[in-house]
T-cell receptor
Framework: ETGVTQSPTHLIKTRGQQVTLRCSSQ?????VSWYQQALGQGPQFIFQ???????GRGNFPPRFSGLQFPNYSSELNVNALELDDSALYLC?????????????FGPGTRLTVT | SQELEQSPQSLIVQEGKNLTINCTSS?????LYWYKQKYGEGLIFLMM?????EEKSHEKITAKLDEKKQQSSLHITASQPSHAGIYLC????????????FGTGTRLTVIP
């Protein structure tokens, strides 16, 4: 158990809808990163939040947006869902950003878009 | 990710056998992470390596980062069914986005 929790566990949405995924960081961690993992692939970086500010973004369109709250929990919002958005969404928390600090992942949210 | 290549893609071993998984990059790795993932679940942190030539062990798993910091290996001694899963290497390449790049993973099956 890493102390990082995500909700919901599973979600089924229809193309064009909007979805919000949630993540609670490990205690003491002020940085949250979100990743998308398609079936059979490694996780792909979406964006990172540090102290409530976006601190880096991967190659994802603007319809992927996020928030980090004062308690360091975070949300990932995806608008206008597409079939290719079906994936496992992972959040990872760390003390500051990667490279020098260990990143701990949550169990993920499985999103299915039909 | 094309930045990190993992090999082999899958591995089937008999219980008790040793095995090695490799992770190779064309760029310098500033932080190299090894994770284990059960199918469809989150990533379990195994080890982090930062210095060239660094080696770390935990129980029967040993990870090394080469001197040039472009290749890492994960070695499991006397494999057990509990070692089965997908092993992923993730790396910080100092691209400015503060993220980890991941390989596509190695699926390990251990036959009792």
């Amino acid at each position: 158990e890493t102390g990082v929790t995500q909700s919901p566990t599973h979600l089924i949405k229809t193309r064009g809808q909007q979805v919000t995924l949630r993540c609670s960081s490990q205690s003491g961690h002020n940085t949250v990163s979100w990743y998308q993992q398609a079936l059979g692939q490694g996780p792909q970086f979406i964006f990172q939040y540090y102290r409530e500010e976006e601190n880096g973004r991967g190659n994802f369109p603007p319809r992927f947006s996020g928030l980090q709250f004062p308690n360091y929990s975070s949300e990932l919002n995806v608008n206008a869902l597409e079939l290719d958005d079906s994936a496992l969404y992972l959040c990872a928390s760390s003390l500051k950003w990667s490279g020098q600090y260990e990143q701990y992942f949550g169990p993920g949210t499985r999103l299915t878009v039909t | 990710s094309q930045e990190l290549e993992q090999s082999p893609q899958s591995l089937i071993v008999q219980e008790g056998k040793n095995l090695t998984i490799n992770c190779t990059s064309s760029k310098t790795l500033y932080g190299l992470y090894w994770y284990k993932q059960k199918y469809g679940e989150g990533l379990i942190f195994l080890m982090m390596l930062q210095k060239g030539g660094e080696e770390k062990s935990h129980e029967k798993i040993t990870a090394k980062l080469d001197e040039k910091k472009q290749q890492s290996s994960l070695h499991i001694t006397a494999s057990q069914p509990s070692h089965a899963g997908i092993y992923l290497c993730g790396a910080d390449m100092k691209t400015g986005a503060n993220n980890l790049f991941f390989g596509t993973g190695t699926r390990l099956t251990v036959i009792p």
